[in-house]
């Protein structure tokens, strides 16, 4: 197993810690990623329903994030950057440029949060290889989609980690 691939996971499912309420549960509930005692951390909510939790983050630099969880047995993990621009004409190469440029800022929150610029480090070594809307496997049972919804004043950046498919 790659080094990077397993710290990146570690960090990911560390954060989905075991509850004792949920037995039943291979990966436990959801926790939060971010929280809003970061000094890059602006704005942060978290909310969750059932085994669904959803966290929007607004930073120091405008981006703002919203992370959609989910999982019991199976992880899915969905990184909505909002991109406040027209990018209707923007190529795939932009929004895989872009997943690699958000993570570089989002491994700077903290110490904590450093090991998220290995997705982009993937992004960047599989760049011809990751198409937008497909499924790219990283390694057996992890899983990374990148996609987007653009819109004429603004675009949202999806990415999307899953333990299948």
């Given at each position: 197993?790659?080094?990077?691939?397993?710290?990146?996971?570690?960090?990911?499912?560390?954060?989905?810690?075991?509850?004792?309420?949920?037995?039943?549960c291979?990966?436990?509930?959801?926790e939060?990623i971010?929280?809003?005692?970061?000094?890059k951390v602006?704005?942060?909510?978290?909310?969750?329903?059932?085994?669904?939790?959803?966290?929007?983050?607004?930073?120091?630099?405008?981006?703002?994030?919203?992370?959609?969880?989910?999982g019991?047995?199976?992880?899915?993990?969905?990184?909505?950057?909002?991109?406040?621009?027209?990018?209707?004409?923007?190529?795939a190469?932009?929004?895989?440029?872009?997943?690699?440029?958000?993570?570089?800022?989002?491994?700077?929150?903290?110490?904590?949060?450093?090991?998220?610029?290995h997705?982009g480090?993937?992004?960047?070594?599989?760049f011809?290889?990751?198409?937008?809307?497909?499924?790219?496997?990283?390694?057996?049972?992890?899983y990374?989609?990148?996609?987007?919804?653009?819109?004429?004043n603004?675009?949202?950046?999806?990415?999307?980690l899953?333990?299948?498919?």
């Amino acid at each position: 197993m790659n080094l990077n691939y397993f710290l990146f996971f570690l960090l990911i499912f560390t954060v989905l810690s075991c509850s004792s309420e949920q037995k039943k549960c291979r990966y436990g509930k959801a926790e939060p990623i971010f929280a809003p005692f970061y000094e890059k951390v602006v704005k942060h909510k978290f909310d969750q329903k059932g085994q669904l939790t959803f966290e929007h983050i607004i930073f120091d630099n405008k981006m703002e994030l919203e992370i959609q969880q989910s999982g019991c047995d199976n992880i899915r993990q969905v990184f909505k950057f909002k991109i406040p621009e027209d990018v209707q004409k923007q190529k795939a190469d932009y929004f895989k440029e872009m997943t690699i440029q958000f993570f570089g800022y989002l491994s700077l929150v903290s110490d904590q949060h450093f090991s998220l610029h290995h997705l982009g480090k993937v992004v960047s070594q599989h760049f011809d290889e990751i198409k937008l809307g497909k499924p790219f496997m990283m390694q057996e049972n992890y899983y990374l989609k990148i996609d987007r919804i653009a819109g004429e004043n603004e675009a949202i950046l999806l990415v999307e980690l899953s333990s299948s498919y």
